[in-house]
């Protein structure tokens, strides 16, 4: 009779020991990890002295560089990594690309990386973590640096999905032939490719771990059900994007509607939205909360309207810091946005409390003109899909700096 091995009498017993860790390198449910948690085997840098591996996460901290898979080429995948920052970091992760040995990626899509970056040292960048860069920018922010918090992108023949510590930001469906930005890059095509990080700057330090893919059949069809847009509001809104100008509509009410109706009509326009409520429409402190609770932690801005003169007494301070910012009629004390702007009495307000000016359906291209020229912000509105307020916003060539983002609290 052969003698029982060590390993077959543990397996007779049922104490077989794990599969040492190493073994995490096998596909798993169909999910197949891009990094080896020790070293930059399998990843290519166009330049090198920005990339390093420490504690078990991929490093960036550098001067500008991209660091490349070269493993293989996907069309329709799941991507999710786990990613730090640092405070005012600004990164990315780059999916249907190509090496390139310089510059920024021409080819393929990029998902920001950015909770506290700045524009050239003079004010934060306004596209979050979890914007499809120029695409579909998302404007709040959802995390922070120091934290570790996972993006998972999915892409399925014609749709692109970002998703947030799983909270669905990004819902984007290409249409044919492809919108892009004037002067973008006409590699900004969904195809296939591979993927890489960004070390964008000096000052930027961010941290990449647990890489992996799971990669979906190169036949799979899109699954949303709507049509994707593609006529001149959509073009206008891409130019927009592109030049870092938040498409927000600050003014969007529930009226009945589901929550998740608005939001999903908000990612399938890309006009990013705040959810309000009529400070006459909620009786008290304990219906403004309860307001805020159904859209905590939802993708979209939340402000009040306010309406009458008893706003300011009827809230208590507590609940009225719980709103992103507080719209109204003129630019009274607590106002952080005056609707509908079109007075120049307005403008002299806004400017000496810091009030934004909302560009409506009354405001014209002079009044603006005036406006920026006094120093004041502004925001998009006017209903519809902002088409007039952004007809107007770019032929007075206003940029990022000119435009107000709520300050997160």
């Known amino acids: 009779m052969t003698p029982l091995s060590r390993r077959d009498l543990l397996a007779t017993l049922g104490l077989v020991l794990p599969p040492p860790r190493f073994a995490a390198a096998e596909p798993q449910d169909g999910w197949v990890p891009l990094f080896d948690g020790g070293s930059l085997s399998g990843w290519k840098a166009n330049q090198p002295a920005s990339w390093s591996v420490a504690g078990g996460a991929i490093v960036a901290d550098g001067g500008r560089s991209h660091l490349f898979y070269t493993g293989a080429e996907f069309k329709n995948f799941e991507f999710s990594a786990e990613v730090m920052t640092r405070p005012h970091a600004n990164s990315g992760i780059f999916f249907h690309t190509v090496f390139q040995p310089d510059g920024w990626p021409a080819e393929g899509f990029q998902v920001e990386v950015n909770n506290t970056a700045l524009v050239e040292g003079r004010g934060p960048e306004p596209q979050k973590t979890g914007s499809l860069f120029g695409v579909r920018n998302v404007y709040k922010q959802f995390a922070d640096d120091g934290d570790w918090f996972t993006l998972l992108l999915t892409v399925r023949d014609k749709s692109v999905q970002v998703r947030l510590n799983d909270l669905l930001l990004v819902d984007y469906l290409e249409p044919s032939p492809p919108l892009r930005a004037a002067g973008q890059s006409k ?5 296939r490719g591979t993927f890489a990080l960004q070390c964008h700057d000096p000052g930027s330090k961010a941290q990449f771990r647990n890489l992996r893919v799971r990669r979906l ?57 705040g959810i309000v409520a009529r400070s006459d429409e909620l009786a008290d402190d304990r219906e403004a909360r309860r307001f805020l609770a159904s859209t905590k932690d939802q993708p979209c801005f939340v402000g009040l309207e306010a309406t009458g003169m008893d706003w300011r007494t009827k809230f208590s301070a507590d609940v009225l810091r719980a709103f992103d910012y507080v719209v109204g009629a003129n630019g009274g004390e607590g106002i952080d946005l005056v609707a509908d702007a ?22 014209t291209a002079d009044f603006v ?33 000119d435009f107000f983002i709520p300050e997160r609290k």
């Open 217 to 273: 059949p190169d036949t799979i069809a899109s699954p949303t059900v709507k049509a994707p847009l593609a006529d001149g509001v959509s073009q206008q809104i891409l130019d927009l994007m592109a030049r870092t100008v938040p498409v927000v509509d600050y003014r969007v009410r529930l009226e009945g509607r589901p929550l998740d109706e608005v939001l999903d009509d908000s990612r399938h326009t890309g006009i990013e939205c």
């Open 342 to 363: 079109s007075s120049d009495s307005e403008i002299d307000a806004a400017v000496r409390r810091g009030t934004a000016l909302e560009i409506g359906s009354h405001t």
């Open 187 to 191: 590699g900004r095509v969904l195809g």
């Open 369 to 401: 003109q005036r406006a920026k020229a006094a120093g004041a912000r502004f925001t998009l509105g006017g209903g519809g899909r902002l088409e007039r307020s952004m007809s107007i916003a770019a032929g007075c060539k206003l940029e990022w700096r």
